[in-house]
């Protein structure tokens, strides 16, 4: 069972870069790790995911260490837009959706 | 572009009395799921529907019932509601992707929010 430890809040001046760490020590073999994003009244929204190295898409990078029982989110140049609570989760199909926990998340304040 | 819709968004029930919440999907996922949030908490899941046909029980499953009528609907009934099931309710469905390690990414709806007084 895969839980994940994540910081309780975090600030940042926009502009800056922006690092949070995921520890996930009992992570699967067969366990992707996935990051949500979610806004205040609204339901989570998929940033980014990935299962070895670093992934990084429009948004985002995702590095993941060869041992995988952390991760760190970098979210470049924050903007006040970029407020919100970050989830990380471990989980696959095959481990199934009863081990997918989100958490308390990360809760992102990017102060002017 | 609808995504995944969730009804009604908002509703106040008295304890005791019963309600069906809807989801729908029309992004042909195979799975669907349920989950609860409380105030300044993470996601709980309540209920997941891996396929159609098939149910099963998530985190937090005590005092709900799920039907997955079909492949686009999923829906979430509180038989006789509490106050402590007072939450925003989330709908989300899934597909998976990849072989052999399968990637699940969700995408959620926009919640519907239950007071029980």
């Known amino acids: 069972l895969a839980k994940t430890t994540q910081p309780i809040s975090m600030d940042s001046y926009e502009g800056q870069e922006v690092n949070i760490t995921c520890s996930h020590n009992?992570?699967?073999?067969?366990?992707?790790i996935t990051w949500y994003q979610q806004f205040p009244s609204q339901g989570p929204r998929f940033i980014i995911q990935g299962y070895k190295t670093k992934v990084t898409n429009e948004v985002a990078s995702l590095f993941i260490p060869a041992d995988r029982k952390s991760s760190t989110l970098s979210l470049p140049r924050v903007s006040l837009s970029d407020t919100a609570v970050y989830y990380c989760?471990?989980?696959?199909?095959?481990?199934?959706?009863?081990?997918?926990?989100f958490g308390t998340g990360t809760r992102l304040t990017v102060i002017p | 572009n609808a995504g995944v819709t969730q009804t009604p968004k908002f509703q106040v029930l008295k304890t005791g009395q019963s309600m069906t919440l809807q989801c729908a999907q029309d992004?042909?996922?195979?799975?669907m799921y349920w989950y609860r949030q409380d105030p300044g908490m993470g996601l709980r899941l309540i209920y997941y529907?891996?396929?159609?046909?098939?149910?099963d029980k998530g985190e937090v499953p005590n005092g709900y019932n799920v039907s997955r009528l079909n492949k686009r609907e999923f829906s979430l009934r509180l038989e006789s509601a509490a106050p402590s099931q007072t939450s925003v309710y989330f709908c989300a469905s899934s597909e998976v992707l990849g072989a052999p390690v399968a990637k699940n990414i969700q995408y959620f709806g926009a919640g519907t929010r239950l007071s029980v007084l």
């Open positions: 529907s891996a396929s159609e046909g098939t149910t």
């Open positions: 009992n992570i699967a073999t067969n366990d992707y």
């Open positions: 992004m042909n996922h195979n799975s």
């Open positions: 989760l471990v989980g696959s199909y095959q481990t199934g959706a009863n081990n997918l926990f």
